[in-house]
């Protein structure tokens, strides 16, 4: 784990990623990792198929950005297999304790939504956020 005014990186099994660090508005500090591919890009022949597991990657991936919002009427793409977490704490080895998770999956009717949200009040909690982007319609 590395902590810089610019970014913070953690290194998960399929390699590392690079966040950010912000706050609540009641101060409380947490790390955004926005974006992370969980499944490899549902395009081409993997169109119609159960998902694929992402391919480990050798570069760290910058997950500053949300990712892209799965096909919709209001637009978005077919490449949107993407999780987000928002945490209060990183991992460390010292003094390491677990915290309640929260993953949010949107609603929708499978036509509309997306995991691109900012929790907030729950990081004061002390809870972990994980919101997802998952296939929508006939995608």
């Not at 947490?30 to 597991?53: C, E, H, M, S, W």
């Not at 391919?55 to 490449?79: L, V």
């Amino acid at each position: 784990m590395t902590v810089s005014a610019q970014y913070v990186s953690v290194n998960i099994q399929q390699g590392t990623l690079r966040g950010n660090t912000t706050s609540t508005v009641s101060g409380t500090t947490y790390y955004t990792f926005r974006g992370i591919p969980y499944a490899k890009p549902p395009v081409g022949d993997l169109r119609f198929t159960a998902p694929q597991n992402a391919d480990p990657w050798t570069e760290p991936i910058d997950a500053f950005e949300f990712g892209s919002i799965c096909s919709q009427q209001a637009g978005g793409t077919e490449d949107c297999l993407f999780i987000n977490v928002f945490t209060p704490k990183l991992p460390s080895t010292e003094n390491d304790y677990l915290l309640p998770v929260m993953v949010w999956i949107h609603g929708g009717a499978f036509v509309t939504g997306s995991g691109n949200i900012e929790p907030g009040h729950l990081l004061d909690l002390g809870v972990v956020v994980v919101s997802l982007n998952y296939r929508l319609n006939v995608f």
